[in-house]
């Protein structure tokens, strides 16, 4: 009986969520997808301004 009270009182402990400080798993991939989304947009605006460039006729 006292081995099963014991058990019950672990379990009941380990369940606490005080002690368990709240860690966010996925920020450093959240942080990565939006340092590559303005990567994306830095390099479609270099493409467009690019594409204008060789768009214009030459002029001499």
Same mark, same amino acid.
């Given at each position: 009986? =006292?081995? #099963? /009270?014991?058990?019950? #009182? /672990?379990? /009941?402990?380990?369940?606490?969520?005080?002690? @368990? !400080? !709240?860690? %966010? #798993?996925? $920020?450093?991939?959240?942080?990565?997808?939006? =340092?590559? %989304?303005? @990567?994306?947009? !830095?390099?479609? =605006?270099?493409?467009?301004? /690019?594409? %204008? =460039?060789?768009?214009?006729? $030459?002029?001499?």
């Amino acid at each position: 009986m =006292k081995h #099963i /009270l014991l058990a019950v #009182i /672990l379990l /009941l402990s380990a369940c606490d969520g005080s002690s @368990v !400080t !709240t860690q %966010k #798993i996925a $920020e450093p991939q959240r942080q990565a997808l939006e =340092k590559a %989304k303005g @990567v994306d947009q !830095t390099s479609q =605006k270099a493409n467009e301004e /690019l594409q %204008k =460039k060789i768009s214009e006729p $030459e002029e001499k």
